[in-house]
């Protein structure tokens, strides 16, 4: 059995309900996974997805279905400037440097 916060695939999802119990579940439509970022949606990159709990008929909690979180967005790596701005000031050079 698959530990807490563990990913697991497969092609036959008989062995999926089989090893995870009732914590199966479909991969999300519209959504890639990969090992540095984890699970983020193809038509919303920028924002984060909530896992939200499912419940069975009989009210006990068995997986997580996900919804993109619109309010919250995922940090870039590199920030965006607007064309304001003054680049020149990152750099020092003294005069005659530049050819």
């Not at 309900?17 to 984890?38: D, I, L, M, N, Q």
């Not at 009210?59 to 020149?88: L, Y």
């Amino acid at each position: 059995m698959p530990k807490a916060q563990c990913l697991v695939l497969s092609d036959d999802p008989h062995v999926l309900k089989e090893g995870c119990g009732k914590s199966f579940a479909p991969f999300p439509r519209g959504c890639f996974f990969y090992t540095s970022g984890g699970l983020h949606s193809f038509e919303h990159p920028l924002n984060k997805l909530m896992p939200m709990p499912r419940v069975d008929s009989k009210g006990q909690m068995c997986g997580a279905n996900f919804k993109v979180d619109v309010f919250t967005r995922i940090q870039t790596s590199m920030p965006r400037v607007g064309s304001e701005a003054n680049w020149a000031k990152d750099f020092l050079y003294e005069e005659g440097q530049l050819g």
